[in-house]
């Protein structure tokens, strides 16, 4: 369903797009890339705000089907010759299983990098009811959530529904001037007719706090293509999770969720596997958390810290300079089986160059257009 490929696609897109710069075909899917660019203290933060009434079940579905592959164009931004760091945050509104107290409004996540964390809520989101209040979850999202004070960040939400935005207690003036106040673009999408959106003030909501309004048919099917690749590129993520060196008391527990959200992307499409795969591969999909070779690379991070029982089985027993050597040997592995993703994913990028034109999306043109638009007020580049 074309929906997020119209939500998440205009919600993760128009971040990276923030960017100054054009894309170039010749490098932006490099095999053999340049060195990479530092990861910055940057951040591109994301609130997605989508509405789970009961009318709303193609949204939800699209989510599922565009976050990896949404997440893969953010990949390739820069700021300052450096990456910037993603955070994603995530409501649900309108749904009548909600507690009418809060206002049918529930904060599932906080920013987070934590992109499986992501997954796994999205995939368990149910449509019931309901009462949409477009200004309280907005206003929720604004007070509940750390957007923090760097004036360098990417601010943005973006909310999704089919109900009049004026609806609720708390006028949506006051709250997406609170948000222009704090640097904090407002992005509106009206699931539903572009003009019903307009009398029903989706349209004034994005022009108040800088936003761009766009409307979609949430019930639309999203068109996926194959390609020769993707198979190739399926058996790498085999490879690639066995690299994997869980630690401390979530560690298992962890591993075990990244299993899952690769069996719900399969279980979705094959397509959708393969973009979580290539989002696998690059620096936004980060586990230092419970993942010895990503926490190493933190500067709090030492070996002396850690506790025998905090390691797994095969490693409880060794030196500390048997784990690093262990440790280092997967982070060699890691990067050589991404750099294969890498090259077989320019590929297939080229590949489905080469066919998005027998299944083009007016709709999505259009969404580029405003985010180019957009883009030149921001000091991003794309690469």
Partial sequence: MKTLKS????????????CRGEINSNT????????????????IKVA????????????????????????NELSHAKCRNTRPNLQIALYEYGNDNLSERNGYIRKILNFTEDLDDVS??????TTNGGSEYCGAVINSSLKELDWGKNADDLKMIFIAGNEPFSQGKINYKDAVMEARENDIVVNTIFCGDYKHGI????????????GDYMA??????????????????????IKLNE???????RGRMKMAVQEEQDANAADYNKANAVSRTVTKGSHLYKNSSWDLVDAEKEKDFSYEALKKEDLPENLKHKTKAEI????????????????????????????????????????????????????????????
């Avoid at 899917?29 to 203290?41: D, F, G, M, R, V």
């Avoid at 796994?120 to 989101?125: A, D, I, P, R």
């Avoid at 993703?341 to 297939?348: D, G, P, Q």
């Fill in 324 to 383: 690093k050597a262990y440790v280092a040997e997967k982070r060699q592995q890691r990067l050589e089986i991404q750099n294969k993703i890498k090259e077989l994913n320019a590929k297939r990028q080229a590949f489905i160059d080469t066919k998005k034109g027998e299944n083009d999306n007016a709709l999505e043109s259009a969404m580029i257009k405003a985010l180019r638009n957009q883009a030149e007020k921001k000091n991003y580049s794309w690469e």
């Fill in 120 to 125: 796994k809520e999205l995939f368990s989101l």
């Fill in 199 to 210: 009398s029903s003030e989706w349209q004034r909501g994005a022009q108040l706090a800088y």
């Fill in 243 to 249: 690299t994997y060196v869980p630690y401390g008391s």
């Fill in 28 to 43: 932006a899917y490099s095999a053999t890339p340049n060195p990479e660019p530092l990861t910055s203290k940057h951040y």
């Fill in 7 to 18: 939500f998440f696609f205009v919600a993760f897109t128009l971040v990276a797009f923030s």
């Fill in 216 to 237: 979609i048919n949430h019930n639309q099917h999203t068109v996926h293509i194959a390609s020769p690749y993707d198979d190739m590129i399926l058996q790498l993520n």
């Fill in 48 to 71: 997605l705000l989508l509405d789970t009434s009961n009318s709303m079940d193609g949204l939800i579905d699209q989510a599922k089907a565009q976050l990896w592959e949404i997440v």
